[in-house]
């Protein structure tokens, strides 16, 4: 069975910025300060990327005195992958390359 891929994840994921903070949060937990300074972005640029991936599931939460830090939720990306993986294998097995509809 063909698994779907979540477009809107695919447009979430497809800024920049936004797979920048997903590679650094990949690495460690990092609150609004250490991204500010890893990525050169303004702090309320910064927060709006973050809201989309946090809306998206992509991140989550952590709340620590007045910070908040990010945490990666790699079973997210790993459903995306599994999607992307499951098209790849259905073109490889269908041919899809050789396949032509007529016009």
Same mark, same amino acid.
């Given at each position: 069975?063909?698994?779907? +891929?979540?477009?809107?994840?695919?447009?979430?994921?497809?800024? %920049?910025?936004?797979?920048?903070? +997903?590679? #650094?949060?990949?690495?460690?937990?990092? $609150?609004?300060? /250490?991204?500010?300074?890893?990525?050169?972005?303004?702090?309320? &640029?910064?927060? &709006? /990327? #973050?809201?989309?991936? =946090?809306?998206?599931? +992509? +991140?989550?939460?952590? %709340? $620590?005195?007045?910070?908040?830090?990010?945490?990666? =939720? %790699?079973?997210?990306?790993?459903?995306?992958?599994?999607?992307?993986?499951?098209?790849?294998?259905?073109?490889?097995?269908?041919?899809?390359?050789? &396949?032509?509809? %007529? $016009?």
């Amino acid at each position: 069975m063909l698994m779907s +891929v979540d477009d809107d994840l695919m447009k979430v994921l497809a800024d %920049p910025l936004r797979m920048r903070i +997903v590679t #650094l949060l990949a690495r460690e937990t990092l $609150c609004t300060t /250490h991204l500010t300074a890893e990525t050169g972005a303004r702090q309320t &640029n910064l927060s &709006n /990327h #973050l809201r989309l991936l =946090r809306e998206a599931g +992509v +991140v989550e939460t952590e %709340p $620590c005195g007045r910070f908040t830090y990010y945490r990666l =939720r %790699p079973e997210v990306l790993e459903s995306l992958s599994a999607g992307l993986a499951d098209l790849a294998a259905t073109a490889r097995a269908t041919g899809a390359a050789q &396949n032509r509809r %007529p $016009c």
